[in-house]
């Protein structure tokens, strides 16, 4: 098992003292609001994951599942949302964690995101788990991430993602000209990018203590764990910083 998927299954289970008979309860929320297509949005959780998709609907659709290993743990964990004006906020709100090596610290919170896709992702910021963007297009969106996997696919926007340890994947299934970016960077564990044939763009690679595979032609610098990698004739203005610190990062293409 990979380090992505190590961090992930602790997410899930976060508790190692709670007995193998033990029950996971299970607690649904769906909640729906108006939102402004141009609106700044932040979206915080401590273990779970965050799943966020662009749409072509004025709305804020989230669709929460939390669990725990108890139904008074299940109860306290709240999803918090707060809108004013422009500005919406999802919070995750965890009762303290009880003193003891016995007690009960469980709690994940999976989160499926609906917005319009053209808002601004102020931050979407996981302790442990998965990060997932799909279809976004406003004028930028971060993720921050301790321990676990990031996704992002056809996020057609300024694009920042950090990662501490883990795994990240960043695809492009199609390409569109525009004004956009990527920077990417984990401390430990891989990035895998990858790019239709028709993408135009300059990718800066870089990697402390791994390798840099690309299924592109590239210019080698003399140090072979930094490259600048050119796809297509004409990049223009499209800039993409990939770097990675103990891990390995593979440019390929994505069909």
């Not at 998927?5 to 508790?15: D, F, G, Q, R, S």
């Not at 297509?37 to 599942?65: C, D, F, T």
């Not at 003891?100 to 931050?123: A, E, F, H, K, N």
């Amino acid at each position: 098992m990979n380090k992505a998927a190590l961090a992930i299954c602790a997410a899930v289970l976060l508790l190692p003292h709670v007995g193998r008979g033990s029950a996971i309860m299970e607690d649904h929320v769906e909640q729906t609001y108006e939102l402004s297509s141009h609106a700044k949005v932040a979206i915080r959780n401590a273990a779970g994951r965050i799943h966020v998709h662009g749409s072509n609907e004025s709305q804020l659709k989230i669709y929460a599942s939390k669990r725990a290993f108890s139904q008074e743990r299940l109860d306290a964990i709240e999803v918090r949302v707060t809108i004013e004006g422009d500005t919406a906020v999802i919070d995750t709100i965890y009762p303290p964690a009880p003193e003891g090596l016995l007690q009960d610290r469980s709690g994940t919170v999976d989160y499926r995101i609906y917005l319009p896709q053209s808002c601004t992702i102020d931050i979407a910021e996981l302790a442990n788990g998965e990060i997932f963007f799909d279809g976004l297009r406003g004028p930028s969106a971060t993720a921050r991430l301790g321990n676990g996997r990031a996704v992002a696919r056809n996020c057609f926007t300024a694009l920042s993602i950090e990662v501490a340890r883990g795994g990240m994947d960043i695809s492009y299934i199609w390409w569109e000209p525009g004004d956009f970016s990527l920077t990417a960077g984990i401390a430990n564990g891989s990035i895998r990018l990858a790019l239709p044939p028709d993408a135009a763009v300059e990718i800066a690679a870089s990697t402390e203590s791994g390798h840099i595979r690309s299924q592109f032609d590239e210019e080698k610098t003399p140090d072979t764990r930094e490259r600048k990698i050119r796809v297509g004739a004409d990049p223009g203005d499209i800039l993409m910083n990939v770097r990675a610190g103990t891990g390995n990062i593979r440019i390929e293409r994505s069909y």
